[in-house]
């Protein structure tokens, strides 16, 4: 970390400065400029909050030379991560195709849709046991029942499952269930996160909707500081004043994902959007911009189902959508 | 709720959204305009989610008539809702002075605090006892012995106190605790809203920093419909493109949410600025603009706690902010 | 467009309303609901501002029925317009390579570029002879000399040319450009749009960093209202709250532009995320997603040219980028 | 200017940096670090621009020591500037009072409301001549005939006017204006600002509803460069998420402007808001917040004038928020 004091600093104030610095085990090391004093602190910083610092009078700028994230960090890590829960496989050159509905309504339901989304390529089944909802008079999904409805759809088609959990009390109930989700709004729950850390299963970890990329990453450390290394990143749009798409799906976040971590990356062209006619030009974009997968939703009968409307697709589309990527992905492997 | 449906809709669609709105207890009146259809709901509409009505092909607008949220709602309770904490009151003409540290550090630095803002005007005592962080490995607060300080500060002092909460384990630690804080990234946390709803206890609620005021007022919802209607909101700062201040102070919010609810609004200067040189003036500014109260950091030795430096204020800069907003109150009382 | 009045509306207030919409020589259609008046309004209501009925007091909700732009609209005009100049298509399934420099700055330079790009695959040639800079000290272009070499570079390579126009009063130096930029500042320039609408020569339109697509699209229609249709709108980024990328590139505002408009949508990689290494996977998706072509920063020698260094490629990377995006386009032509 | 070089750069990259700023007549001072090389640059860096150092491979972060505008900051003028124009004056402890309709409509309308709020307390005349509108089919005001009206109203009343100009071309109609108006569109129409910066007449220039402080300063500065340093800085609200106000009143804006630049700073509510009935709270807090003046939109008649209605007080409410923002401002004298 490299600390640009103002010019004309009161030397006590700085003394402090320093001393408090060294009393965080960094050796800080002064370089006095023409214009500038220069504190180069050396020793791990990633306990230092780069905000305080940077909010003191005295100080100009600070900068981070070493991310704050350790574990994350492509630079200690170069080989991309490849995560695998029954045959999906993400990263390094596995594309993920998780697909399911909104949520877990019936028997026949999570089992129709099951089977013809794996019949249309899918490998992973994903769907909601405990649904986040604005409203507290809105239905809020079948919740344990949910999640054992889930697990017959595995039982069935072989699929693993991936469902979302709200908070730690419900911890138990997700044993068997082949990967956790982190929904956004709990992207920065800290206690939560910090739980998930001591199991050993795989994580899916959405992006906040006004949450940075330093953010996202920051909220993947917690998890891998308590020893669970199995993360999975994804990108679900992000708050902007346009309105014709529910979010604004942010794609650079690949590359700029790509270069600061190891981690896979997939995206969620579904809620982003939220509309099923944006969810195919998305899907094949977010594979040629270099994804790991994507994580779609879909439903067997879009008439019935009045709740996954908008923002899903029918079995038959979402075929198409995996065609559609597949021959992207042929084309870049060339 | 008033549905516009698209010209040219197809007559089955239509019938099924129909069908299906009756089955969710709602009259359907139907108007046929020569441009439109317009479907008029009556009933109880709050657990109808609007996205995705409004997502549907056939449906060209949704409007609420009635707010999604009942017991927040002004229409239905226009008298001012005053909460009161010992002898802290917000709302109705009643202006709350709250006061302290970011964190609780030790028992000379909570009892020192608390002393000097009792004395320069507070009515209330703030500190972090649980410290949401964006690292893991960064200090994360005393937990119970930071409010077991707080309490010792209560004691000495008389001053209630308010701290945060971050996941619902920590509330049998809250027992004592006069008021309970909900952080800006708890704000969407529904499962500790709804346990925080059966609670017989007022609850601070902060807005979260890509939040609406819409979606603000329905977490307070969601803690009202469990039986607990003692909620103070606070406006903290909202995430815009702007650096020169941490976030942007949204004090339009004050206006909109006297009009939208009865429940009394708070400002908190110091975390949506960032740094205590502004504290000033938006303090003046938030008490200007009709809110019901003033969430402040203040610590006692500046140059010793680095921690509290950039946002907090000293005890005699209080002082004057106290002063400043003592006097706009009373200009605008004549 | 429809006008839904609040309940217990003032009958003065409304009876006002009616006259008024009246004199705008609309017919108003008046359906009295259990629940809301309606207001039916047929005729030409693309000079109604909405914001204005929005925010009178008697009226719920407004909705346009047809969006206020006509010319720009596919539903009036269903079939994709293709905009030539010379070799270069864009829109129709006509994708266009526009490449150059951020600044032309020399001949030898512009001639360089110019034939590498050429060589590469480029339609057309790009390069800034007015530059817009924040700064009043910086340097701001060759101004008309920026445009002889331009022309020159033209001549040599038979690449039609596209720069930025700045103000009106530098129109005439662009009588032999082949097509005129309007830069993301100018885009709500609407004296600049009209007289631009009086020319025949096509226009590239840029949103603004944070414009909705409605507003572009309004340009557009500035534009088109006049008589000049040949515009080809661009996407180039929008103004969030994530720093790792200069802007968000909103690539889901290919398929809602499709949706929308006629006209065809080209995509900017290198302003709008401001790095050369995210070009090549954000011009994939863009090409993934729909886009009619890609405006690309492309500069002869990196180490020479500071100026263009963050954000362009060297020829070398800019031919990858073109095979990628012929691959691409190819495997979803299947 | 410091330029941090990351870890580990090549040599020859860094002697080419060098070189290239030395080119720019910049005294460069090279510091060996421990961890990184620093570069403290020295002279005059205003022409620089950061973005492109910033985005070089070798460089890690830049920090400017001097603010790039120089006319407009604080820091070679600590007093704060006051500008009078007839009666009005802004800065330095002087309240200025702009009030007006939004449009100019006819002779009878702009008399009225001019002589209304003089008597109410404003000391000088807003109203539009020419509106910029976001349809090409919407009323675009009056044009010449408008701003004759106004000199005719400044004859009756005495009151200085202010008016917006879209257009260098309109320039010659400004003559006999006192202040021009830049508006939120044309904050970087930079040939615009280098023309007004020919002037010799006040500025009224309006933040950008996109555009950070320093861009609002950089744009200043434009102007301020040619010669002409009468400008009044106007916030007017930046566009967020938020949509219950039309943009967001950024009033923190208030005392960062007061930091960084020695001009004043006021306010317009009516824009920012949206809706009238928000008017008399940001007014008060503008007010207490240590802005300026204020910019508020009045019509005489409010059923008749449309156009007005929304955001527009009646002369009666304009007299209330005149009488609050007095006693506001005579409590913080004290």
Known sequence: MVVLLKSNTDMAQREQLIQWL?????????????????????????????????????????KRIQEPYKKANRRFHPDPTVIQVGDMKAGGGNFAMI?????????????????SVKAAGATMLRGGAFKPRTSPYAFQG??????????EAKKVTGLPIVTEIMDLSQLPLFEEVDMIQVGARNMQNFTLLRELGKL???????????????????SAEYIMAGGNEEIILCERGIRTFETHTRNTLDLSAIPVLKELTHLPVVIDPSHSTGYARFVRPMS????????????????????AALCDGPQSLTPDAYKEVAGDVGRILEAMRV
Chains 1, 2, 3, 4 share one sequence.
């Open 284 to 303: 094949r974009a977010a594979a040629a911009a270099g994804a790991d997968g994507l994580i779609i939703e879909v439903h067997n009968n879009p008439s």
């Open 99 to 115: 697909a399911g509905p909104c949520s877990v309504e019936s028997e026949e339901q999570i089992l129709s849709v099951a089977q």
């Open 142 to 151: 079948l919740h344990n029942r949910g999640i054992e409805l889930l697990l």
């Open 22 to 62: 060294r009393g965080m085990n960094l050796d800080v090391h002064v370089t006095e400029g023409k214009l500038q004093t220069i504190l180069g602190l050396v020793g791990d910083t990633s306990a230092i909050d780069i905000d305080l610092i940077q909010a003191l009078d005295i100080v100009d700028t600070v």
């Open 200 to 218: 050993n299963k795989p994580i899916l970890l959405k992006r906040g909707l006004s949450s940075t990329i330093d953010e996202l990453l920051m």
